[in-house]
């Protein structure tokens, strides 16, 4: 299983971004697609997250700006970030908790990070 994350950059405060996350390879079942950031020195903390029911959860600092939604026949979950804030900044990664194949064990493939800055 791959992933592929992309869509951060530099962008002032009040902007928006938009990360894409797309999971390729033996997937069975495509369970919970999340977002995590993680800021030097401190451990990732849950920015959204999706089932695969469509069901949404966002962490506190997310609400009422993030957007995390899916497409399911492309195995891919975006995050839809307005009203960027400084405080955003951090780099930003995609997990997915997969099912390679019928049976298999749920386990979650973590991509490469990708960093968001937004200047004041």
């Known amino acids: 299983v791959q992933l592929q994350a992309s869509g951060g950059g530099s962008v002032q405060a009040g902007g928006s971004l938009r990360l894409s996350c797309e999971a390729s390879?033996?997937?069975?079942?495509?369970?919970?697609m999340a977002w995590y950031l993680q800021r030097p020195g401190s451990q990732r903390v849950l920015v959204a997250s999706?089932?695969?029911?469509?069901?949404?959860n966002y962490g506190d600092s997310a609400k009422g700006r993030f957007t995390i939604y899916r497409d399911s026949a492309e195995n891919a979950a975006y995050l839809q970030m307005n009203s960027l804030k400084p405080e955003d900044s951090a780099v930003y990664y995609c997990?997915?908790?997969?099912?390679?194949?019928?049976?298999?064990?749920?386990?979650?493939?973590w991509g490469q990070g990708t960093q968001v800055t937004v200047s004041s």
């Open positions: 997990k997915v908790t997969i099912q390679r194949y019928f049976r298999d064990f749920a386990l979650d493939y």
């Open positions: 390879g033996s997937i069975f079942s495509l369970n919970e």
């Open positions: 999706i089932s695969i029911g469509g069901n949404t």
